[in-house]
């Protein structure tokens, strides 16, 4: 429960408290017809949240949404707000790297920075779940690939994936991206933008 939540919290301190999708559990007070149980959730999160940060106990609190504007606004007054964007080139080569590395490597004319720049998309850009999705993509197809090459010796392909002897390449890299594309975030990208625009608003009067 919420109660525990923040109870746990306090017996585990120092502790950080992360909490995704917290529109979910701190749901807006003022959405129409917002059901019973779901206003007593956030009155149970904004209690817990207030004894907290009221104590002296090193808590660190962090709740990340792509809906701020379904987070009551009790709770929005009450935190530092931070608009994190989507990675960048870096931060998908480094994504691509740590989720690849471990179990596969790379043809040598073909790097984490290749798949980086191929991943470059302005409209509807990349964030570190598309990237993950794609990495599961790459694994299913390499392992189909490999697989086929040593006539499904599995001994013999997952050698071959480790040590080096088989190695991603930019044409499976494309298949895969092509078969798994970035999540639409054109509409979410347009309410944070508008959100954004009435806090200035409000900050202003």
Do not use: H
């Not at 197809?141 to 040593?150: P, T």
């Not at 050698?159 to 895969?176: R, V």
């Amino acid at each position: 429960t919420i109660t525990r939540l923040f109870e746990e919290a306090e017996k585990n301190a120092p502790c950080i408290v992360f909490i995704d999708e917290v529109d979910g559990v701190c749901k807006s007070r003022s959405i129409k017809e917002l059901p019973e149980y779901a206003a007593s959730i956030t009155t149970a999160f904004l209690t817990g949240f207030n004894r907290i940060k009221s104590s002296d106990l090193p808590i660190v609190f962090i709740g990340a949404t792509n809906y701020p504007s379904k987070v009551d606004n009790a709770m929005m007054d009450r935190v530092e707000i931070i608009n994190v964007p989507f990675p960048d080139g870096e931060g998908r080569a480094l994504k691509f790297r740590q989720e690849l590395s471990k179990s596969l490597t790379l043809k040598a004319d073909f790097k984490f920075e290749d798949m980086a720049a191929l991943t470059e998309d302005k409209v509807n850009e990349y964030n570190y779940r598309d990237v993950e999705r794609l990495c599961e993509e790459i694994k299913v197809l390499a392992m189909q690939e490999v697989l086929a090459f040593y006539n499904n010796d599995e001994e013999k392909a997952i050698s071959a994936m480790m040590t080096g002897e088989y190695g991603i390449s930019k044409e499976l890299f494309l298949k895969a991206k092509d078969k798994c594309t970035p999540t639409p975030k054109q509409a979410i990208k347009e309410e944070i933008k508008e959100w954004n625009r009435l806090i200035k608003l409000r900050e202003e009067e």
